[in-house]
């Protein structure tokens, strides 16, 4: 059984002290005579550390970002890459010499992949003359005398200074020049043909002796699945964050700050209609970022996102997955607008009981003044983490090694360095990830989740624990109750409990890692389920969907009250879980509603404040800057989500001044109530207030 809490939570009286009398003066607010807790599990934490450190060098070492968004070209360098063999910073564009190996690349069952295909980097794409034949040659070395600038100022063309012997190669297509004779479009930094071969070039061409161009649809979809491959938009999504990273200071970090100092300061003089302000503030925001993403799916307006990097022909467009999981998030955006504003109407009659409890929670700020100021330290812990944790995210995400394709198809190309006809090979480069890398990937995305899961723990125990000492204070500001008594918590959690805190956060990480690894199998089980014979696949399926329910409960369980207990009883994490949902389930009749409306006025202002952030996020990224040349982004799917996410961060750490606060009061109030017969001594008037107007009206519901 729980014993009484009363000689470690603070001075108050027993229920054996009739007239309530404080008995023994020397007794503490909060107990400071603790032990340590769950050490194995800070060692574990610890541990962890030193594997994610260990795990970013390994992506800072052989990462390189420009990967995500440039191709390779036939010598297997990154295009734009400066450490290159040649300096190429200037040369970001990928494009393919040979039409035939685009070509046949592109026929059914043709074992010859477009990796394979000659390919050089390039400042611009090259579009054929309308009064004669252009050529694209090779990177000049051997005894093409000319330095990398002046082959540029030339438009990449040597043809009239080569040997008869390199023209004639060159008009078998063999190098180490190669006619224009398809236009191409810059379609994310890679030059994509366009099926429709120059009749003058191509006149001029066959007029030289050259060998057959191919023309056929081929060419322009093999270059189009290259671009459009599931791998490729996963890259650009990733390099699109670090492209933006002005936006995630800015959305992500400083705008979310400026607005939750402002909700608190709110919160703290304005309580009683903050509410309202809330919740037609959410009402407006969600239909404004919904507005945007309908603009850039092309729904509204003729802003819709294009994969067309540069000028280009009007009437020419190109397809991208971009767009269609722009069109998905609109849809998914209009289900989650209609499911809010019904929502809101249906909370609007409760609002008064939460005004009531914010009110409890403003007269804490008030008082204990440090609590409007503390979440601005693990902010800045977090933020520390955060650059480092994407900055390693986008170096392991490109940290493949670049390795030369075992093809074994034949073909000719002239080797300017070794002065002959190479007919070996033709094989290319491709960016090769192990499985190792993959693992090391999902490793850094749950160790950034942990991190998260344990500073924002460590937040809401040391409010709580400063909440603690106020509520046993009878409300009051008392010399009983440290002066600073958030840094005194700070304290306490340091010294004592962080092995509590990182189990605690652990389990939430774990959980949630195992919930959505059995999501995606269950939804690749349910087409294996459409099989009518398939009694595997309905049993996998349904064990899946009783785990993720199991899970579901498990995550539920595990709440911020553990927090509150081990900030003011110093136990570690389960016995903190035991005895605060001991307490709770004990009193949820009495506190259950109250703490409900509560969390849902809290939700709707960290969504408020995280819109706002995706808000500004589309507002920027709308910019010149971010929609042409070298910092164009594939879409602003990704950098508006992060800071959408950034932003509830920080909104959960602020916010949870006011959500720890009303939750420590009322699991202080129902420790209260347990030690005194069901009548609690301490708590504030307000609290009762709201509490006694509930019960009234659950009795008034049930007559």
Not at 488 to 507: E, P, T
Not at 671 to 698: C, F, R
Request: with cysteine; hydrophobic share 45%.
């Amino acid at each position: 059984m729980r014993g009484p809490l009363g000689p470690v939570i603070g001075k108050y009286p027993s229920s054996s002290d009739a007239n309530g009398g404080m008995g023994n003066g020397n007794n503490d607010i909060i107990k400071h005579n603790r032990k340590c807790r769950d050490v194995v599990f800070l060692v574990m934490f610890v541990a962890f550390w030193v594997a994610m450190i260990v795990n970013s060098s390994f992506g800072f070492n052989q990462g390189n970002p420009l990967r995500l968004n440039y191709g390779l070209d036939y010598k297997g360098n990154v295009c734009g890459d400066k450490h290159a063999d040649r300096d190429l910073r200037e040369l970001e564009l990928r494009y393919w010499l040979n039409p035939n190996q685009v070509y046949q690349t592109g026929v059914k069952d043709s074992k010859f992949l477009l990796s394979n295909a000659r390919s050089i980097c390039l400042m611009d794409c090259p579009i054929p003359s309308e009064d004669s034949l252009n050529w694209v040659c090779d990177y000049p070395e051997g005894d093409i005398r000319l330095s990398l600038d002046d082959w540029i100022d030339r438009n990449y063309d040597y043809f009239a200074d080569l040997t008869p012997e390199l023209r004639n190669t060159s008009l078998q297509l063999q190098g180490p020049c190669y006619p224009v004779i398809f236009p191409s479009v810059n379609v994310y930094w890679t030059c994509q043909f366009i099926a429709r071969a120059s009749n003058v070039s191509l006149k001029h061409w066959e007029q030289m002796g050259g060998v057959k161009v191919i023309e056929d649809i081929a060419i322009d979809q093999s270059i189009h699945r290259s671009i459009n491959s599931r791998s490729s938009v996963l890259k650009r999504y990733v390099a699109d964050v670090g492209k933006a990273w002005p936006v995630l200071l800015v959305c992500g970090g400083f705008l979310p700050l400026f607005l939750s100092i402002i909700w608190l300061l709110m919160i703290r003089h304005f309580v009683t209609g903050m509410p309202w302000i809330t919740v037609i503030i959410f009402n407006v925001l969600i239909v404004s970022v919904t507005m945007f993403y309908y603009l850039k799916a092309g729904w509204i307006g003729n802003d819709a996102i294009s994969p067309i990097i540069g000028e280009h022909d009007p009437y020419y467009h190109v397809s991208a997955r971009e767009l269609s999981h722009l069109h998905a998030a609109a849809v998914f955006m209009t289900i989650l607008m209609i499911v809010a504003f019904l929502s809101s109407i249906a909370i609007v009659r409760r609002i008064l009981m939460a005004t009531s409890v914010l009110k409890v929670a403003a007269k804490v700020i008030r008082e204990v003044q440090a609590l409007i100021i503390f979440p601005v330290i693990p902010y800045a812990i977090l933020a520390i983490f955060y650059m480092f944790w994407l900055s390693a995210a986008l170096h392991l995400f490109s940290s493949g090694s670049v390795v030369q394709n075992d093809c074994g198809a034949n073909c000719c190309a002239y080797d300017l360095k070794a002065k002959r006809l190479s007919c070996n090979s033709c094989c290319g480069y491709t960016l090769h990830y192990t499985s190792h890398i993959a693992a090391a990937i999902l490793f850094h995305l749950f160790g950034g989740y942990w991190a998260t899961q344990f500073f924002i723990a460590c937040s809401s125990t040391v409010i709580a624990g400063s909440v603690a000492s106020y509520y046993w204070a009878r409300g009051e500001t008392s010399a009983e109750v440290p002066f600073l008594p958030v840094f005194s918590s700070m304290k306490r959690l340091v010294r004592y409990s962080l092995g509590s805190i990182a189990i605690g956060s652990l389990i939430v990480s774990f959980i949630e890692s195992i919930r959505f690894i059995l999501e995606a199998l269950r939804r690749k089980l349910k087409l294996f389920n459409s099989m009518p014979g398939s009694w595997f696949g309905k049993v996998m399926y349904q064990t899946s969907q009783g785990c993720l329910r199991f899970i579901g409960c498990v995550i539920r369980s595990v709440n911020r009250n553990a927090y509150i207990m081990i900030a003011i009883t110093g136990k570690g994490f389960f016995k903190a879980s035991e005895v605060a949902t001991e307490l709770i389930m004990s009193n949820i009749l009495r506190i259950g509603k109250v703490n409900v409306i509560g969390d849902v006025i809290l939700f709707l202002g960290k969504l408020c404040v995280s819109l706002t952030s995706a808000l500004f996020a589309f507002l920027m990224l709308d910019t010149h800057k971010y929609k042409s040349a070298h910092n164009k982004i594939s879409s602003p799917l990704f950098p508006v989500l992060v800071c959408w996410g950034f932003g509830y961060i920080v909104a959960t750490l602020f916010f949870g001044v006011v959500e720890m606060s009303i939750d420590t009061i009322i699991l202080s109030f129902c420790q209260d109530s347990d030690e005194h017969q069901g009548t609690a001594q301490y708590a504030p008037p307000l609290l009762i207030q709201t509490l006694d107007h509930q019960n009234n009206e659950m009795q008034r519901l049930t007559q």
